[in-house]
């Protein structure tokens, strides 16, 4: 009995070892005798089993079940063992497919009109040749014919003639392990093979079996080794097509973000550049009223010189006015060298350079994000009218006095707290939640800034940028410089993005798509703390996990 295959063995050793025990079966020639049935002796079809063990073609034991039954019992045709009952039948999925598999390596002998030597009535397919009798045999005849070694059998498909040596016509029984030929005895004791090593026929195929074996081995791992990168391969494909999903999204949206924004900047550039020449045509217009106006007081004047009564020169209301020769002299005499000397043409190439350079900034955004920095507020720096959570992300206004104790770096006039982290190198991004408050400020400050005074407020001094909503107002705010921003907040957060080697301060509002709102511009001469004031209700840093951002594409 073959062993049972172990218990972890993988489906390929359990192929590997079936193919193998097959090979075997069929090389000894016993395998066609294991897989005929004991009633009709032929290849078992749909094959079952009765308990006694033994297996039979499902239609011969239904008859021979059929003609027991009229007897009182039942036995197996084979063994004899008795049923009280007519005994179920179990499939043989096994055997099914075994015999399935021996009859698909098998030709077809009718077609290749290969027929039993001995049955001369009618033909009958042979299913072996007897090399030294040199008949075939069908299934009959060969349960029959002598089974001694002399009479070898074969496989009816093949010559006769190929089974014997072309120049002495013996049977082949050696293989030459030097020639790498098959041969007779003469060939080995008298022929040009004599001397050589040789084999017999089942040795050196048993010999080339094994190679075969361990080939077929080394295929099945191989193959079992490109099934699993497959499998790799292709849940990286799935991965790939889910985040090329997303970011497909994320690039229309940015192109169609893009478009608009260069549509934008190409109209405000042709705006400008047409705006120049009415400009320059406003001040024409204006000077010619100017010199309009001067000649009719010229000829006003020139009427009261060549008047002769003295009483009525005297008496005339308006001459201190036609006297004021000066009035907006100054004024526009500075507008017409402002106009003549600014070169002559709007600066295209700047205007166009700034503008490309912020929406370059904007692009940089959808593609950096890798991690929110992680932003813990000070404690030690907050006003005295401040709250600060526990986990130190989110900053309340109170009414109430908080006596927090005193400390250098805590801001004495100002409701504002900074970071307790600083950054010196490198770009970094967070984001802070302003819905819950109407007046705030975020922004960036160098640790120098002033802790008292005016010049403590975030923006009102060279070291400190921020972002301010006032009474519904938006601006930004650097060195007391403020700039209002055309158009208010669209969604409840903001995000700060620096870029400390570009000298770049970058203020987003984060509705979607994400909408720059200002980017300042130096370079900076201190490490930099994220800086939030707030004079109601309260402001939060947005979650955030340790980390630097990396390196943003570039796009244009």
């Known amino acids: 009995m073959s062993p049972l295959p172990h218990p972890h063995s993988s489906p390929v050793s359990e192929t590997f070892s079936f193919v193998s025990l097959l090979l075997s079966a069929m090389a000894s020639g016993d395998l066609r005798a294991e897989l005929e049935c004991s009633v009709c002796l032929n290849i078992y079809t749909d094959p079952v089993t009765l308990k006694c063990g033994h ?20 036995s197996c045709p084979e063994c004899r063992e008795k049923f009280p009952d007519r005994p179920a ?49 069908c299934d009959k005849h060969l349960r029959v014919h002598k089974k001694s070694s ?69 295929l099945l791992t191989k193959r079992e080794e490109m099934e699993e990168r497959v499998q790799s391969l292709q849940e990286h494909r799935r991965k790939v097509e889910e985040e090329a999903a997303g970011d497909t ?13 260069l549509e934008d900047l190409e109209k405000r550039i042709l705006r400008e550049i047409s705006g120049r020449a009415e400009r320059i045509s406003l001040s024409i217009r204006d ?51 402002e106009i003549l000397h600014d070169g002559g043409g709007l600066d295209v190439a700047g205007v166009l350079h700034t503008g490309l350079s912020d929406i370059i900034t904007e692009v940089n ?46 801001f004495q006039d100002y409701p504002q707290v900074v970071s ?24 960036m400050c160098y640790p120098s800034i002033e802790r008292g005074g005016e010049e403590s407020e975030i923006g009102d001094n060279k070291k400190s940028w921020g972002l301010i909503r006032d009474d519904d107002e938006y601006s930004v705010r650097h060195d007391s410089n403020k700039i209002l921003l055309p158009t208010n907040l669209s969604s409840n957060r903001v995000m700060i993005y620096l870029d400390y080697e570009a000298g770049r301060i970058s203020l987003y509002d984060l509705c979607d798509p994400i909408r720059h709102l200002h980017t300042f511009t130096t370079t900076f001469t201190e490490p930099l703390h994220a800086l939030l004031g707030v004079w109601d209700g309260c402001i939060k840093i947005c979650g955030g996990e340790a980390g630097d951002v990396r390196t943003p594409p570039t796009v244009w």
Not at 56 to 71: A, P
Not at 172 to 197: M, P, W
Not at 250 to 257: G, H, I, K, P, S
Request: proline share 3%; aromatic share 6%; hydrophobic share 30%.
């Open 55 to 74: 297996n039979f073609c499902r239609v011969c034991i239904d008859r021979v079940l059929d003609t027991q039954g009229g007897s009182g019992g039942y």
């Open 150 to 218: 002399e009479h070898i059998l074969c496989d009816p498909t093949l010559s006769m003639e190929s089974r014997k040596c072309s120049i002495h016509k013996e049977v082949l029984k050696y293989f030459c392990t030097k020639d790498n030929a098959c041969i007779c005895v003469s060939c080995s004791l008298a022929g040009e093979h004599r001397g050589h090593q040789v084999e017999t026929l089942d040795e050196a195929s048993e010999k080339k079996k094994e190679t075969l074996r361990n080939v077929l081995q080394k």
């Open 420 to 443: 307790s982290q600083s950054f010196s190198s490198g770009r970094h991004y967070w984001e802070v939640d302003v819905g819950g408050s109407d007046d705030w400020i975020v922004g």
């Open 287 to 337: 000077l010619e009223i100017k010199k309009e106006e001067l000649s009719r007081k010229m000829r006003h004047i020139e009427e009261l010189c060549n008047v002769t009564d003295p009483l009525t020169v005297l008496q005339e209301s308006d001459t201190g006015d036609l006297c004021d020769t000066e009035d907006g002299d100054n004024e526009d005499r500075e507008r017409h060298e």
């Open 249 to 261: 999204e994320r690039v229309t949206a940015l192109f169609r973000d893009l478009r608009r924004r």
């Open 89 to 137: 039948l179990q499939k043989n999925m096994k055997l099914r497919n075994i015999a399935e598999t021996f009859l698909s390596a098998q030709p077809d002998w009718e077609e290749s009109g290969v027929f039993c030597t001995y049955c001369v009535d009618s033909p009958v397919p042979a299913v072996r040749s007897c090399l030294l009798c040199e008949a075939y045999l």
């Open 365 to 410: 955004v959808y593609f950096y994000i890798q991690g929110a920095a992680d932003i813990l507020l000070d404690g030690n720096t907050a006003n005295n009218n401040l709250q600060i959570s526990d986990d130190r992300k989110t900053v309340s206004w109170s009414d109430r006095n908080q006596n927090h104790p005193e400390t250098p770096e805590r």
